[in-house]
């Protein structure tokens, strides 16, 4: 299974940007699509996260200003990032579990850098 992320850039703090990951490969399904993020000398923290069924749960740092949303049709999750502040400089990771041979597996994908700078 592979992830793609695409969407980062440069940004202007109270802009917008949108993140897109598709999964693809052999599998029955994708059941969690996450965005985590990493900023410089900072651990991997969990920005947004929904379920099959659209159910969605997101980080206190970004709660109201994004969105996450997904089509389980394509495999695809986009992340809505509205309100951009510096602090959410980092790079943007795509992660899902997928079904696949009968059991839940977790995959990464390889990371998109979101810049918010004037």
């Known amino acids: 299974v592979q992830l793609q992320a695409s969407g980062g850039g440069l940004v202007l703090p109270g802009g917008s940007l949108r993140l897109s990951c598709v999964a693809s490969?052999?599998?029955?399904?994708?059941?969690?699509m996450s965005w985590y993020r990493q900023g410089a000398g900072n651990e991997r923290e969990l920005v947004a996260n929904?379920?099959?069924?659209?159910?969605?749960d997101y980080g206190d740092s970004v709660k109201g200003r994004f969105s996450i949303s997904r089509d389980n049709v394509k495999n695809m999750v986009d992340l809505q990032m509205n309100s951009l502040r510096p602090e959410d400089t980092a790079v943007y990771f795509c992660?899902?579990?997928?079904?696949?041979?009968?059991?839940?597996?977790?995959?990464w994908g390889q990371g998109t850098l979101v810049t918010v700078s004037s």
């Open positions: 992660k899902a579990y997928v079904y696949q041979f009968g059991s839940l597996n977790e995959y």
């Open positions: 929904i379920d099959y069924d659209g159910r969605a």
């Open positions: 490969g052999s599998f029955e399904s994708v059941r969690w």
